[in-house]
């Protein structure tokens, strides 16, 4: 293995670090709400759930916007770049999904503008998936890595949070990690083959379930 590679591996582990200063411990994306209906109550119901959300959600929407976006940064495509973010942020349901990928973003924005990344500044309002692609292109991380980076980085944080809110032992969220791996796998396979009018799937559940979390009367995460 040589230097670059390990350096860009290196860079990756930072990127989806928990300790990464984007807030992203803050919000639950509608597990909270989930719980409180009784969706999810115990390790069975939180592994379909999660693997749902993966199957579903995040290998239609965010996985393949992360690829496109990694191709415009790689061109130095700005209005590309602006035009997708405006695409994945239409694909937020609901007022607390769109907050949660505009804060998460914001703040990775202001960490890599912090760290000198070339190009951080240049989108306004910025979804997190837009700055974590600007960031793996910047530090080399290979485009399919990132990939599986991205969808780790929301895997573990679901995960966290099913674990105070469920709850879960600490054993159980790493028991759902491992047997989770095939569906995170799965999830960037299928993102890298859909075409650009198959990106974008709607969970009226999952929507429903954030519109309630935002008046839900005692909550662990944000709204």
Not at 111 to 139: G, H, N
Not at 141 to 165: C, F, M, S, Y
Request: proline share 3%; hydrophobic share 45%; net charge negative.
């Amino acid at each position: 293995m040589d230097t670059i590679t390990i350096m860009s591996d290196v860079r990756l582990w930072q990127l989806i670090s928990s300790t990464l200063p984007v807030g992203a411990y803050a919000y639950s994306g509608g597990l909270e709400s989930a719980v409180e209906h009784g969706h999810v109550h115990n390790f069975v119901s939180c592994q379909e759930w999660l693997s749902g959300l993966l199957a579903e959600s995040f290998a239609f929407n965010d996985l393949p916007m992360y690829l496109r976006l990694y191709d415009l940064w790689e061109r130095q495509d700005i209005a590309g770049v602006v035009l997708a973010c405006e695409k994945l942020q239409s694909l937020r349901e609901t007022q607390e999904l769109l907050a949660e990928d505009r804060q998460t973003g914001a703040a990775l924005q202001r960490l890599m503008i912090d760290l000198d990344i070339e190009d951080a500044d240049t989108i306004s309002q910025p979804s997190f998936a837009v700055m974590f692609a600007l960031a793996c292109v910047r530090w080399q991380v290979t485009r399919v890595d990132g990939a599986h980076g991205l969808v780790w980085a929301w895997l573990e944080n679901q995960v966290a949070a099913a674990i105070k809110l469920v709850p879960l032992g600490q054993t159980d969220g790493q028991r759902l990690l491992l047997q989770l791996t095939p569906a995170l796998q799965q999830a960037v396979t299928t993102a890298e083959s859909i075409d650009d009018v198959d990106i974008g799937r709607s969970l009226p559940g999952l929507g429903l379930l954030s519109s309630w979390h935002e008046t839900q009367y005692s909550r662990l995460f944000r709204s």
